[in-house]
RNA sequence: GCCCGGGUGGCGGAAUUGGUAGACGCAGCAGACUCAAAAUCUGCCGUUCGCAAGAAUGUAUCGGUUCGAUUCCGAUCCCGGGCACCA
């Protein structure tokens, strides 16, 4: 009987959908285990063998944490609103719902082949309105809610009115400032537009003017990771920034927690660092410079106010709000000039161009506020209005930038490190003592600041400041396929939408190119714009992508609750997403947010934990390996193989070029009696081969290895028709390689369902694990799965030979025991830290190792299928009711490790001489020092290598080694 | 420029705390079975020298610590990823 995995997985497939072998209730006695894969987005390319890595893994742990005795929440949905949706439909005219339709069931067909254990009973769609009402539902809690800045945490927005109208807004201690504070007749008597603005400014999500990346051809607004070199990461069309009102996810006065919640998390240090680059805290001081004969001041923020008396310039940003107002007269022209030259480079640029100093004198100066210097303020676009203040003050001994920037436009560099400034390079160390610093003068970097910082507070010259690199999220895109708001407009006031009128569907359109100045395709919809009431409009804009991902796994708890989001009782019983398991590319984006939203759920009661995400696994990216055939240049109807290259192309010269390498010859060569062997040997030594052929990228799946299936490839382009190939000696026509970014465009693409097709899901599963650790970038390599293919046929053959059953209900002996409990301790270990490939392999040790001993018995091998069910659910779950187990095999109890069964007697010791391996002996392993010492010495090659010299030490690690000193 | 990974045979990779480098698999070579092929099985397989026994060498490079280093420390080079004139 053979390995008949196709039946075998069709058959099982079916029979666990028909049982709900995969349905999780929310009502168990067990213990719960949340694992989660990052929410897909359905691209209309499917899948390819990089997609599943990191699902494999997971179902993998989900299985064996069920098998553990968990009740093991698994759940699979899609990230189904999105930007390429709605291109196609712009180049189309397909409704973004149907291609998504269509995409999602070709994706899922994909998933189902592999054989995940997913309840899609829970399964969950962005763009479902069951589903984006209860998003609406969170944007209308982070609508009404405000961050309290004493209890550091959301509260509901009624409280803050309740304050306002009751006590106003006054500061506990210190200057009431107009403008800024107001009592509460105040409040009270303020019109409402005023009252909304000022409570606008404090709700979680809010609508401000920003400058936004505003694309024209698609005519909508781009998140900067969707801005690649000005511009648009899809469709390369051009960005221009361009102020626009938005929403806004008050994501800024989370930093602290976010910051502080990742000691909480087990997350890679890698991932965690950039967060924490990305959330960018830095302590400094804020410092206020006046302008000579100007009644305006400007506000620098540095995290080195010790450096103080070394400043010689302040740059403030080209966008500076001041810039306009302190420009003299003379420079008003280069400064105008250099603020359109700014205007030109898009952010990339301006922040990695490192070599070219730019700038501009505004022809003011300031004055410094403790030395009273003339310092003069120059405006680069090194220095960035979106951080800090918009303005720096320069000290060019401390800072290579600010140094580069005074040498370039000739300042003079005032010397405040002593010895440690050579006036060739800044010197940014706070190894140094200060000089030319007046009262701080001999003191150390970090006496120095804590004396400024104290003179700064006591002075009044500024004050103490914490900054975040972070800012606040754009939250709006003019956009057709995401979340509608639940908001109206009346009267420029935004008001939000009561529960009752959720959700907010997004009606169906037939247009999706923009609407009027930059509003989005909704806007063109005024039938639905103006269906809330006459006096009011729908919001036109839509939500981002991050919106619906940023709470799904909550939804997975309790999917089908049309009362709640989640009911408390599913977010108590579920908490945390206990492992979860994506790539690297939502370190800063999808992460960040999740993490805040599940914080303002926290803080309003609604969830009881504030991480989402326990632990979390980044898989590695899959490279795709290239296939190339080579193109010969001079006549594109010639393939050349790969070794062939350059012997074709030279004896292509020689007969079609003679003459033009002859003409490189001396005179007298030419005229030689050998000019032929002369130019063959001319050309086969300047000859660079890269300039005569064109690589051409092979579609990988008609390669086997390096060798191209010539007549495949002529079918597979009409172009390639009529080629002609020049092939290797033996016949063959052999490809070159090159490691890239698996893609369409680039043929090396390898679609899993041809791979399941061939040998199946189980090897398809296996081979994607034994490829190498899951969090590494690996390539991948068709060819390799032959060996795992073998392997699952080896572990059949332990049941079955030709002729039928071969396995017996023999008591096994000791040293199969010993066999089967050094695999249940491995792979319990392997599977409990994710490193699948080593439990693969030592699958593959036990197998070979029961056949060795031909081993057929039931006890041992009922325990192996237990442990490989993770791995390969359908031949485990086959051979499991074959050889007369009950129930389904994910329902069975892990296996134990039996220690007694591991215990060894003897230990065969590595002996070296001075570190140098030179023989084994085998000793028993409760042998003394003493005896293993005069055993080692009785050794013939021991004593050869002693060689009569003195032992001076002799070092015995019971169990591991022998190392003698001499 | 900064931060984080990583560099081990022809290839993917293995090596629990510093203790036999190269497990397992692919590819390759040789052989068995077969009319033949596929499948399967057996053996070999880092490099150099050697008929062999064996020896030398070897985990990017150089240096250090140690009885002993792929593993720890220092310097350098290369590859991948992320962030970015972040003051």
């Not at 008396?309 to 007269?329: K, M, Y």
């Not at 050309?683 to 300039?691: M, P």
């Not at 390599?781 to 053959?797: A, M, N, P, S, Y």
């Not at 490989?868 to 051979?879: K, N, T």
Request: aromatic residues 12%; hydrophobic residues 35%; charged residues 25%.
């Amino acid at each position: 009987m053979d390995y008949n995995f196709r039946e075998i997985e069709e058959k099982w497939q079916n029979v666990w959908k028909k049982n709900n072998v995969y349905k999780v209730e929310n009502d168990s006695a067990k213990k719960k285990f949340y694992v989660l894969d990052m929410f897909p987005y359905p691209s209309g390319a499917g899948l390819h063998v990089g997609h599943p890595l990191g699902y494999i893994a997971s179902d993998i742990y989900s299985r064996y944490k069920r098998l553990k005795g968990f009740n093991v929440l698994h759940p699979m949905g899609f990230d189904s609103f999105g930007l390429p949706a709605e291109q196609y439909a712009l180049e189309t005219g397909c409704h973004p719902a149907d291609t998504t339709e269509k995409n999602i069931s070709v994706f899922k067909s994909q998933l189902e082949k592999i054989g995940f254990c997913y309840d899609w009973s829970r399964e969950i769609r962005t763009s479902d309105p069951l589903y984006y009402r209860w998003t609406q539902w969170i944007f209308l809690e982070l609508f009404n809610s405000y961050f309290c800045n004493t209890q550091q945490k959301a509260l509901p927005i009624s409280e803050l009115i309740n304050k306002y109208e009751t006590k106003g807004a006054v500061p506990k201690n210190g200057l009431f400032k107009e403008g800024v504070h107001f009592t509460a007749d105040e409040w009270n008597g303020y019109p409402v537009e005023k009252q909304a603005e000022i409570i606008m400014n404090r709700r979680l999500v809010y609508s401000a003017y920003g400058e936004v990346n505003w694309c024209e051809a698609l005519g909508t607004v781009l998140a900067n990771d969707e801005v690649i070199n000005g511009f648009s990461e899809r469709g390369g069309h051009p960005v221009v920034k361009k102020k626009m009102k938005q929403w806004f996810l008050r994501t800024s006065v989370y930093a602290d927690r976010l910051l502080a919640g990742l000691e909480k998390v087990d997350f890679s240090e890698s991932m965690k660092e950039m967060q924490r680059n990305w959330i960018g805290k830095s302590i400094g001081a804020e410092i206020i410079f006046s302008i000579e004969n100007l009644d305006k001041a400007i506000r620098v923020f540095t995290t080195r106010p010790e450096t103080i008396f070394g400043v010689d310039f302040l740059v403030l940003a080209p966008e500076h709000p001041l810039v306009a107002s302190i420009t003299s007269a003379v420079q008003k022209e280069s400064v105008e000039k250099y603020i359109d030259y700014v205007k030109t480079r898009s952010d990339r640029e301006r922040m990695s161009e490192v070599k070219q100093v730019t700038g501009a004198f505004t022809g003011s100066y300031a004055v410094h506020p403790i030395s009273k210097k003339k310092i003069p303020v120059w405006i680069s676009e090194y220095v960035l209005q979106g951080y800090g203040t918009g303005a720096i003050m320069a000290v060019p001994c401390g800072d290579q930038r600010d140094f580069n920037f005074a040498k370039h436009f000739k300042i003079k560099i005032t010397n405040i490190l002593g010895d440690n400034f050579n006036n060739e390079e800044a010197n940014p160390s706070y190894n140094s003592i200060l000089h030319n610093s007046d009262f701080l003068n001999g003191l150390s970097m970090k006496e120095g600041a804590q004396k400024i910082f104290e003179y700064i507070l006591t002075s009044g010259i500024g004050s103490r400041k914490i900054n975040y690199k972070m800012r606040d999220a754009g939250f709006s895109r003019q956009r057709y396929w995401g979340e509608p708001f639940p908001i109206i407009w009346m009267h420029d006031i935004a008001v939000p939408l009561d529960e009752s009128d959720l959700p907010v569907l997004l009606p169906h359109v037939e247009n999706y190119k923009p609407g009027p100045n930059g509003q989005g395709p909704l806007a063109n919809e005024t039938e639905w714009v103006n269906s809330f009431s006459s006096s009011a409009k729908r919001e036109t804009s839509t939500m981002p992508g991050y919106a619906g991902s940023s709470w799904y796994f909550l939804r997975y708890m309790d999917p089908h609750n049309n009362r709640e989001f989640c009911s408390r009782k599913a977010s108590d019983y579920w908490n945390q997403v206990d492992v979860y398991v994506g790539g690297t590319e939502h370190a800063v984006g999808h992460l960040l947010y999740s993490r805040m939203w599940t914080k303002v759920l926290y803080d309003l009661g609604l969830i009881g934990f504030d991480e989402p995400f326990k632990r979390l696994v980044n898989q590695g990216m899959i490279t795709g390996s290239s296939r190339l055939a080579y193109r010969f240049r001079e006549n594109k109807n010639i393939f050349v193989s790969l070794n062939k290259c350059e012997g074709f192309c030279a004896k292509w010269l020689m007969e079609n070029r003679f003459d033009e390498w002859a003409d490189k010859l001396s005179g007298e060569e030419r005229n030689s009696e050998n000019v032929n062997q002369l130019v063959w040997k001319l050309i086969n030594d300047r000859l660079n081969v890269k300039d005569f052929f064109d690589p051409v990228h092979v579609d990988v799946n008609i390669v086997d290895g390096v060798t191209l299936n010539v007549e495949a490839f002529k079918n597979w382009k009409t172009d390639y028709k009529n080629s002609d190939f020049i092939y290797e000696d033996d016949g063959s026509f052999i490809c070159g390689t090159e490691i890239e970014k698996m893609s369409k465009s680039k043929y090396n693409t390898v679609n899993p369902d041809d791979l399941v097709l061939k040998y199946g899901a189980d090897t398809f599963r296996m081979y994607e694990m034994f490829l190498g650790p899951v969090e590494q970038s690996k390539p991948w390599d068709t060819k390799g799965i032959e060996g795992v293919h073998r392997f699952l046929k080896k572990l059949w053959r332990l049941f079955y030979n030709e002729n039928g059953p071969v396995f017996t209900k023999e008591e096994p002996t000791n040293a199969e025991y010993k066999i089967l409990h050094r695999t249940i301790k491995k792979v319990n270990h392997d599977t409990e830290t994710f490193s699948f490939n080593t439990a693969v392999s030592s699958f593959m040790v036990c197998v070979n190792e029961l056949t060795e001993v031909k081993c057929h018995k039931i006890k041992i091998l009922k325990e192996l299928l237990i442990l490989l069910a993770p791995y390969c659910p359908h031949v485990a779950e086959e051979l499991w009711h074959a050889s007369g187990n009950p129930g389904f095999v994910i329902d069975a109890d892990y296996p134990e490790t039996n220690e007694n069964y591991l215990k060894e007697t003897s230990f065969n010791y590595p002996v070296s001489i001075n570190g140098k391996l030179r023989t084994n002996i085998e000793m028993p392993l409760d042998f003394e020092n003493a005896e293993i010492e005069n055993e080692v010495l009785k050794n013939e090659t021991v004593q050869k290598w002693i060689d009569g010299k003195a032992v001076k030490k002799f070092i015995i690690i019971k169990g591991k080694m022998i190392n003698v000193v001499v």
